[in-house]
Structure formats: structure tokens, C-alpha cells
């Protein structure tokens, strides 16, 4: 399975949003943010989340084949392995029984950032709702 061994300076772009890539992330040292512009002229951006070491990402558009979703750029310096979606997915059809320990932290991964985004967006609704109350 096709992977590289990469180093980010401090604030590098590590990912764009709307790139077209299928590869998976995971970080092997340092912290990154996962960041979503929201402005239409794309001056403002949102932080969905900061990430650290043994976490991956980009597994969205590895499944769904979309364009990326957020960008994500290095809050520290960082050691960050790159690892080719296509083949990922071809390893773990073709070992099931390895394949579903993968799938299992992607999941377990994905269901750690769900729930802390469902934190986030009762609390902008609940600001939302008590400024209109007021």
C-alpha cells in the first residue's frame, strides 16, 4: 500500500478544501486544525476541530470520493504519513479481517468528531435562541 512520510512547518496547508484527493492522513507528531470556510468570499473560516497525534483524516472523501470538505493546516510542526485511499480500500476488501480493525477506528474516529460537532451546534443554537429571547 502506497504511503509518504511528510513534514509541515508550522501553519503549512496541509489539505485544501474542495481538492479533489482520496488520500488518508494520519499524524505520527505535531497538531493540525480542521478548518471549513464559511464566508462566500472565503475570508472567514471556522475551526471544526484540532487534531493531534495517532489521528488521521481526509477518510471522508476517501469513501465518498467528494471533494474535501475542510482544509487542514498545521498548528505546530508536524510528521504526517499520507497514505493512498484507493489502495487503503483494496487492503481491506481483500483482507477483511485486517480491514476491519482499520474500519473500526475510522468509525470510532468518526464517531468521536460527531458528537463533539453535535456539542458545538446545540451550543450555537442555544446562543441563537437565547439572543432572540432577549
Do not use: W
Amino acid at each position: 500500500m502506497p504511503f509518504e512520510k511528510t513534514v509541515f512547518r508550522k501553519q503549512d496547508i496541509v489539505l485544501e478544501q474542495d481538492d479533489e484527493g482520496r488520500d488518508v492522513y494520519f499524524i505520527l507528531q505535531g497538531e493540525v486544525q480542521v478548518r471549513s470556510m464559511i464566508a462566500d468570499e472565503g475570508t472567514l473560516s471556522a475551526g471544526l476541530a484540532r487534531l493531534g497525534e495517532n489521528d488521521f483524516f481526509g477518510e471522508l472523501a476517501m469513501f465518498d470520493g467528494e471533494p474535501r470538505s475542510a482544509e487542514v493546516i498545521a498548528l505546530t510542526d508536524c510528521e504526517i504519513v499520507r497514505i493512498d485511499g484507493p489502495s487503503l480500500i483494496r487492503f481491506m476488501d481483500q483482507s477483511p479481517e485486517k480491514g476491519y480493525f482499520v474500519l473500526r477506528e475510522m468509525f470510532m474516529n468518526l464517531v468521536r468528531h460527531l458528537r463533539q460537532n453535535n456539542i458545538r451546534t446545540k451550543t450555537v443554537l442555544q446562543l441563537y435562541l437565547n439572543e432572540n429571547e432577549a
